[in-house]
Nanobody, 128 residues
Framework: QLVESGGGSVQTGGSLRLPCSVS????????VGWFRQAAGKEREGLAS????????WYVDSVKGRFTLSQDNVENTVYLEMNNLKPEDTAVYYC????????????????????????WGQGTQVTVS
């Protein structure tokens, strides 16, 4: 089970941090990723991590602006977003899947291929 929070409205250039709380029983064997879907557009991957090792992957479009961090005591992965732009407006989703299916950019580029992926309910981010 995944629970996102932290969304809201922010001005251009602002920052937000989105937490994703992962069920304790699965945290150590799962990849965790952040994705977003803007109105009328396909879901796109942003960043992913294997929390047990701290390895992270980012798509080129967010490198330098978005950063993943984690709290392995609280089983939470954070997406830190800086220098936000209006085009970052979207519903942001946290997702998790078995590490055996891969945690890297292949997952980020094909977010809906793996039907075993677990998705959170999403949180709205609006940049104006």
């Amino acid at each position: 089970q995944l629970v996102e929070s932290g969304g809201g409205s922010v001005q251009t250039g602002g920052s937000l941090r989105l937490p994703c709380s992962v069920s304790r029983g699965t945290y150590s064997t799962m990849c965790v990723g952040w994705f977003r879907q803007a109105a009328g557009k396909e879901r796109e991957g942003l960043a992913s991590t294997y929390p047990s090792t701290g390895n992270t992957w980012y798509v080129d479009s967010v490198k330098g602006r978005f950063t993943l961090s984690q709290d392995n005591v609280e089983n939470t992965v954070y997406l830190e977003m800086n220098n936000l732009k209006p085009e970052d407006t979207a519903v942001y989703y946290c997702a998790a899947r078995s590490l055996w299916n891969g945690c890297d950019t292949t997952w980020l580029k094909n977010p809906l291929v793996d039907e075993s992926t677990n998705w959170g309910q999403g949180t709205q981010v609006t940049v104006s």
